[in-house]
């Protein structure tokens, strides 16, 4: 019997200290579209898109504009935290763009002005509630408009808490131009969460043992080599999971676990807390499936998370049950059958609804409901209120007073959500909070319907200004609303609940119920002859209680002229008028100009009478051209 042959490969790769990679084929990770076995997020300073300006040194204010995006709903208040570099002398303005999340925000500077769109929790600050723009450029805009000056922008991808520095640096160039992966690190820091979590199984696997894999990948110019990572863990783990941290070799890492019971293997350095000892590490491999190999060399057949995220000073992670993760095996095709539970779970995460002061609106992506087979159609308690549907978007508005809607105390509204399936109903209640705001809206018309943003000049415009407020809405006053134009003194329209200005007159406002006040007046903008025409202007109101609490609403209009065409900008009425008049005299003259040379440069022959003794063929020839021009303006016979 001859000697048995080993494979060389694996021997080598043993000798070595590295895994066979051989040993992760059948695992090809994928995202993680089940709950989550882990919740990780991350310290950063390189925001999605940036800038920085000195724009505003020269101005009353420095202002810093955040703009959150999310990959999924927000999984809880976003916490903003505002400091001062030394004292707050100099005011500050923050602007915080965060639609359909909420937010506590904080800072010991009394005299920050916050504009936001977010849901704020009691412990926040007092803010305003603007309708800011939507797009990066439009909020860039609106904010340099509105305070003639920026000091910073930032694009946030899932935060969970923001820092934000105040300070300004006269060396920042002059105009804030977005930059992609801009580097915040002078004025902010933010805590990240990671959405980006993948997993996979081995079929052959014997072990149901977990592993769960963070991979630290650094930039060369990195200057990051120390790293504090907070551990939690599930109550009474059985010890059956591992954690990989690998990063480079000279990375120290500081771990806090919290009630783990958990297996490490860690690259570079480490040090436990309350530890005084620094642990020499071990040498990992820095591929994706080579970390695979390494957990499956272990005998831990499960990759329950692999978490791949940017070098970073802090990592907090939180460790679920992994008897309750549902990682996916890709080694076989799967048929997917939809639990029964899913359409619930997905309305869950989404909370599509929407509420103003009068209306309940609900927006749903058509592609967010691809794992629900079969809907036909989204409804509201009342199900002749049906959701209206394009190729991307499920859409439904619908005041609060109609669909089955009912008000409770404290600003809510309630109804039921219905996705109608081809064989069965999903119910979903609804219960929205109404945002404790001043709402700002244009009407064309008197009837206070179709709301627009076009204000058209030399014709009457009608404002609706309204609030909830439960507690005691007869204290709500309309303080003041303004029009404000670039290049024109602001327009004072209503103060005080009286109208200010010519063509300004306050209108009967509807009677207060569950709480809501409306306030409504109309106004006419007019512009002196040869006046500028600005392309648009502010419309600005505020609404206050007797404690001098103060709701402050922005509206922004596009200004409209139809008695102008857009070439004719800038040029008055009579002016108008006489490039009009003067073009048709220019052509009148011309057509006379040329009947007058053409009538007097025609032959004689052409302007006689026929001879009788011309002979035939020349009385046929003339009679024949006579005849063929009887029928144009400049005939002889019609000269005749």
């Not at 002005?113 to 805009?141: K, V, Y």
């Not at 003041?480 to 109208?499: I, M, T």
Request: hydrophobic share 40%; net charge negative.
């Amino acid at each position: 019997m001859g000697p048995r042959s080993v494979p060389l490969l694996p021997l080598l790769l043993a000798l070595l200290g590295r895994p066979d990679p051989g040993r992760a084929e059948g695992c090809d990770l994928q995202p993680v579209t089940a709950k989550p076995p882990i919740t990780l997020f991350y310290a950063t300073s390189t925001v999605l898109r940036g800038c920085v300006s000195n724009s505003s040194m020269n101005t009353g204010h420095e202002v810093h504009v955040l703009r959150v995006k999310w990959s999924e709903d927000s999984p809880g208040p976003l916490v903003v935290t505002v400091t001062p570099r030394a004292d707050c002398s100099r005011p500050a303005v923050l602007i915080l763009l965060c639609t359909f999340c909420s937010a506590t925000i904080t800072s010991p500077c009394s005299n920050l002005i916050i504009h936001t769109d977010a849901h704020l929790t009691p412990d926040s600050m007092r803010a305003s509630n603007p309708e800011l723009p939507m797009n990066s450029s439009d909020l860039l805009g609106w904010a340099i408009t509105t305070y003639r000056g920026i000091t910073s922008y930032s694009e946030l991808q899932d935060p969970h808490r923001v820092q934000l520095h105040l300070g300004e640096d006269a060396h920042s160039p002059p105009e804030c131009i977005l930059q992609e992966h801009f580097n915040a690190t002078l004025h902010l820091e933010t805590e990240v969460f990671f959405h980006g979590v993948k997993g996979c199984s081995r079929s052959d696997a014997q072990s149901t043992r977990a592993a769960h894999i963070v991979h630290l990948q650094s930039e060369p110019s990195s200057p990051i080599t120390e790293v504090k990572l907070s551990l939690g863990c599930p109550q009474n783990s059985a010890g059956d999971q591992m954690l990989i941290l690998q990063s480079k070799a000279n990375f120290t890492w500081f771990l806090t676990l919290e009630e783990c019971n958990i297996q490490l293997l860690v690259s570079g350095n480490y040090k436990i807390a309350f530890s005084p000892t620094l642990i020499s590490g071990t040498l990992l491999p820095d591929t994706e499936q080579d970390l695979i190999a390494k957990a499956f060399e272990m005998n831990y057949g499960v990759i329950a998370s692999y978490s791949a995220i940017p070098a970073s000073t802090h990592i907090n992670l939180k460790i679920h049950g992994h008897e309750t993760v549902e990682t996916p095996v890709t080694t076989n095709p799967l048929v997917i059958t939809q639990p029964p539970d899913l359409p619930h779970q997905v309305l869950l995460t989404l909370k599509p609804w929407k509420c103003t002061d009068e209306t309940m609106e609900i927006v749903i992506i058509r592609s967010y409901l691809e794992p629900i087979k079969d809907v036909v159609n989204i409804t509201l308690r009342d199900i002749s209120c049906q959701a209206e549907k394009n190729a991307t978007h499920f859409m439904l508005k619908s005041p609060l007073s109609h669909c089955g809607t009912s008000l409770e105390g404290r600003g809510y509204a309630n109804n039921e959500l219905i996705l109608s399936l081809a064989k069965d109903a999903v119910l979903r209640s609804v219960r929205c909070e109404i945002p404790r705001e001043l709402f700002l809206r244009l009407f064309p018309t008197a009837d206070f319907k179709a709301p627009q943003t076009e204000l058209e000049i030399n014709k009457e415009a009608f404002v609706q200004a309204s609030m909830r407020w439960m507690d005691h809405p007869a204290d709500l006053q309309l303080k003041e609303c303004w029009l404000v134009a670039s290049g024109q003194e602001p327009v004072l329209l209503v103060q005080g609940g009286e109208a200010r200005g010519a063509g300004v007159a306050v209108l009967e406002s509807p009677t207060s119920s569950h709480g809501r006040k409306v306030w409504r007046f109309r106004f006419t903008y007019t512009i002196p002859e040869g006046g500028h025409i600005p392309s648009s202007a502010i419309l600005k109101c505020k609404a206050g209680l007797q404690n001098d609490t103060i709701f402050e609403k922005v509206l922004d209009v596009t200004v409209k002229d139809a008695w102008r065409p857009l070439n004719y900008r800038g040029l008055g009425l009579a002016a108008v008028l006489g490039i009009t008049f003067g073009a048709f005299l220019i052509g009148a003259l011309l057509t006379a100009g040329l009947w007058y040379i053409y009538s007097h440069t025609r032959p004689i022959s052409k302007l006689q009478p026929v001879s009788s003794t011309a002979p035939a063929s020349e009385s046929s020839s003339t009679n024949h051209s006579i005849g063929s021009t009887q029928s144009t303006p400049c005939s002889t016979s019609s000269m005749a």
